[in-house]
């Protein structure tokens, strides 16, 4: 039961002795691209994300709607990834991913749609100085708690991890995967969790907000304690059946995101903080 931090880069060096193998009747193009395009997606969505004032690769007016445009392109890598090895458990976790990322992409969307209008702004430095008086996790603790759970399922992290079930689909989406294409598979879902954490840091917690320490390092903590909270706070939860996980979104989060829109719509009228 000890905590080995040496295990992650165990495990690296040992993929990188392996074998590259290309199934036989793989699509290559799909099987070598797939990897790659998560992982380039993954790290477009960070571009948006200020870790401080200043402190962003770009900062667009439309920050808050190109993190959700990065994220569509991972859905594009999953279904190469999946299709490209010409594997029945690959291509199961693909089109498993493409259901839960219909089912969660509009409560990803919704709340941002709440947290941009209290900023007046789709930009994410001005959504971070809006919360300079009371953060949205407190203005609008329903819209975090959606854009929590949507994201976890978009980063498909536990209990989400339905299109790389190990015990189900022996790894799913990664299970014919070996080498080097592994680790860039599996660098490419870390980038996603450091994402999506990063974009719940920025649109509910105050982003770079906080006493005494630097912007940058309150900006990196949050992100870390967040992504640990997401893979810590999964694995303890047993995974939820790929219905059960559909009807949660299409029966009850879609509506509570339209509740709560008009709930924030209320409030920026009324109290206006």
Same mark, same amino acid.
Not at 56 to 75: H, K, R, S
Not at 116 to 132: F, G, H, K, P, Y
Not at 224 to 242: H, K
């Given at each position: 039961?000890?905590?080995?931090?040496?295990?992650?880069?165990?495990?690296?060096?040992?993929?990188?002795?392996?074998?590259?193998?290309?199934?036989?009747?793989?699509?290559?193009?799909?099987?070598?691209?797939?990897?790659?395009?998560?992982?380039?997606?993954?790290?477009?969505?960070?571009?948006?994300?200020?870790?401080?004032?200043?402190?962003?690769?770009?900062?667009?007016?439309?920050?808050?709607?190109?993190?959700?445009?990065?994220?569509?392109?991972?859905?594009?890598?999953?279904?190469?990834?999946?299709?490209?090895?010409?594997?029945?458990?690959?291509?199961?976790?693909?089109?498993?991913?493409?259901?839960?990322?219909?089912?969660?992409?509009?409560?990803?969307?919704?709340?941002?749609?709440?947290?941009?209008?209290?900023?007046?702004?789709?930009?994410?430095?001005?959504?971070?100085?809006?919360?300079?008086?009371?953060?949205?996790?407190?203005?609008?603790?329903?819209?975090?708690?959606?854009?929590?759970?949507?994201?976890?399922?978009?980063?498909?992290?536990?209990?989400?991890?339905?299109?790389?079930?190990?015990?189900?689909?022996?790894?799913?989406?990664?299970?014919?995967?070996?080498?080097?294409?592994?680790?860039?598979?599996?660098?490419?879902?870390?980038?996603?969790?450091?994402?999506?954490?990063?974009?719940?840091?920025?649109?509910?917690?105050?982003?770079?907000?906080?006493?005494? &320490?630097?912007? @940058? $390092? +309150?900006?990196?903590?949050?992100? /870390? *304690?967040? =992504?640990?909270?997401? #893979?810590? %706070?999964?694995?303890?939860?047993?995974?939820?059946?790929?219905?059960? &996980?559909?009807? @949660? $979104? +299409?029966?009850?989060?879609?509506? /509570? *995101?339209? =509740?709560?829109?008009? #709930?924030? %719509?209320?409030?920026?009228?009324?109290?206006?903080?």
């Amino acid at each position: 039961n000890r905590l080995r931090l040496t295990g992650p880069l165990i495990s690296t060096l040992r993929l990188l002795g392996q074998e590259n193998i290309l199934p036989r009747k793989s699509d290559r193009l799909f099987f070598e691209v797939g990897p790659v395009l998560l992982l380039i997606a993954a790290l477009l969505s960070l571009a948006i994300i200020p870790l401080a004032p200043g402190l962003i690769v770009t900062d667009l007016a439309t920050g808050a709607l190109f993190f959700n445009a990065a994220l569509a392109y991972v859905l594009v890598a999953m279904i190469m990834a999946g299709w490209g090895p010409d594997g029945a458990y690959g291509m199961i976790g693909g089109w498993r991913f493409l259901g839960q990322l219909i089912a969660y992409a509009m409560l990803v969307v919704m709340p941002i749609t709440t947290v941009a209008m209290r900023a007046e702004s789709l930009s994410t430095i001005d959504i971070v100085n809006s919360q300079e008086m009371l953060w949205n996790i407190v203005y609008q603790p329903l819209g975090f708690l959606l854009f929590l759970f949507a994201g976890m399922a978009m980063a498909f992290v536990p209990p989400f991890d339905l299109p790389v079930a190990s015990g189900e689909l022996a790894g799913g989406v990664e299970a014919e995967y070996t080498g080097v294409r592994l680790i860039i598979f599996r660098l490419g879902r870390m980038v996603l969790i450091l994402s999506v954490s990063s974009a719940i840091v920025v649109f509910y917690l105050g982003g770079w907000l906080g006493p005494f &320490l630097p912007d @940058w $390092s +309150w900006s990196m903590i949050k992100i /870390l *304690a967040v =992504a640990a909270l997401m #893979l810590a %706070g999964g694995r303890m939860l047993p995974r939820i059946r790929e219905a059960t &996980l559909l009807a @949660w $979104s +299409w029966k009850l989060g879609i509506p /509570l *995101a339209l =509740a709560n829109i008009f #709930l924030v %719509g209320v409030l920026v009228l009324v109290v206006p903080l």
